[in-house]
């Protein structure tokens, strides 16, 4: 079945008008096992049964917030480490570097270092950025990264930074 806010309201709206219609004042009924204590409604009665078609109805209905999960290779960040001073093991040939971020960070700045020493810093500008893939460098030619430096910190709850390369 196909998820969808129009199955959610129907359900809930075929619900309370079941609910306001079930009568409160029928009778009493008393449970028959031992050490339950509470009376149970005509009314309770008349809910139990209705709400089990609406879980079922229910059921498909799921929320479409997902948790921060790590990316392969990567380094997780909490706010109370503060500022990171992280490394990433690289050591391809490549013609693009790429942070892969899940959850929310801010950066301040980045670090490539190529396989002849030479080293590129890129200011980040203490720019904030949530789950997603942000390109750090490009080339016209492959060029051998041995190493990428990245100063961020986590900017709120858990995340993840890792590199990606562009083939």
Partial sequence: MERSPARF??????????????????FTLRPTREGAGQAVTAKLVAAELLTTPLRWLLSSVRFAYRAPSPPANSAALRPEYGWNDLRFEVGEHTVGVFLEVAGRVEFDRAALVFEDGETETVDLGHRRRGRGLYELASFDEPRGVREVRVHVRADDGDAWLGVRLGR
């Fill in 9 to 26: 309201i129907v359900a809930a709206l075929t619900l309370a008008l079941l609910l306001q219609s079930a009568p409160s004042h029928a």
